[in-house]
């Protein structure tokens, strides 16, 4: 697991915009693993800029986001589709028949949906690189506290933190949605690479439990500790609680002069 702290949130999405262009330019047929969320923001809006004006070429480029909102249309502005075409896909070259977001429309036939969904990532190879971000208490995707290490795409329960924490993207009279279809745990350790993004002090403890507590189910992004290639790359702000800064800063330091293909 390399750590890269970053002074502030802008050097973060420069960071890792820079490692998921580096990856299309050495493999332009990625398959990219996609996240949702206010954190991802920055990254998405510097991959719009490399690709408007140094050319970053995303046409052969398979994307696999995920999660998205159980029971919400896929034109409603708070669902994770719309989200990812309008700060995103709208504004770059990938074609559609090559973007998937799992289906939250649906009123039935979960599981078929996400035996679908998994088939479709292991019929294009499986993910290359998987874009992360992190819950407050420490969850990836939507694997709620408790998810199981070896869980697949699947219909899941949101908890009490989650929907309070997302109640904030939909109007006062619409109820926030309370489960969602989302990669399982053991679909996301089987990405080629992780890059996991954390910015700020709400997200330090969640960072600090990831990466230096205990390997367990309560803390799902814990499971990242047994990945061969993940990097969690996350500002000062959310880099607070860390025991060992000094430490990963002069393995960041070694990496670049011993290994430096790990960065990208």
């Known amino acids: 697991m390399l750590v ?11 960071e890792a915009a820079r490692i998921v262009a580096r990856a299309i330019r050495r493999k332009r047929d990625l398959r990219l693993g996609l996240a949702t969320g206010e954190t991802q923001l920055g990254l998405y809006r510097e991959l719009v800029r490399i690709h408007r004006e ?30 990812m075409f309008t700060n995103f896909f709208d504004h770059v070259n990938v074609p559609v028949g090559q973007i998937h977001i799992p289906n939250g429309a649906l009123r039935k036939d ?17 993910i290359d690189l998987q874009v992360l971000g992190i819950g407050k208490d420490g969850h990836i995707g939507f694997n709620e506290p408790a998810s199981s290490f ?6 899941k329960t949101l908890t009490a933190q989650t929907i309070e924490d997302n109640r904030r993207n939909f109007p006062p009279d619409k109820e926030t949605p309370r489960a ?50 993940s990097t969690l790359l996350v500002d000062r702000e959310a880099a ?12 960041l330091e070694m990496t670049r002069k011993l290994t430096p293909e790990r960065l990208w």
């Not at 979960?110 to 499986?126: L, N, P």
């Not at 607070?240 to 393995?251: G, Q």
């Open 54 to 83: 140094e050319g970053l070429d995303f046409a052969r480029v398979v994307t696999f986001n995920l999660d998205e909102y159980v029971g919400l249309d896929a034109g409603q502005p708070q669902s994770f589709r719309a989200f």
């Open 110 to 126: 979960f599981e078929k949906t996400c035996e679908e969904y998994e088939r479709a990532i292991q019929d294009a190879g499986g």
């Open 150 to 155: 070896a869980s697949r795409t699947r219909l």
């Open 180 to 229: 969602a279809i989302t990669m399982g745990i053991g679909t996301i350790l089987e990405a080629q690479r992780i890059l996991l993004l954390g910015s700020g002090a709400a997200k330090a403890r969640a960072i600090a439990l990831a990466i230096e507590g205990p390997l367990t189910a309560s803390v799902t992004a814990s499971a990242l500790q047994l990945h061969r290639d």
């Open 4 to 14: 890269f702290i970053t002074k502030d949130y802008a050097e973060l999405s420069r």
């Open 240 to 251: 607070a609680e860390l025991r060992h800064k000094d430490y990963y800063d002069s393995a």
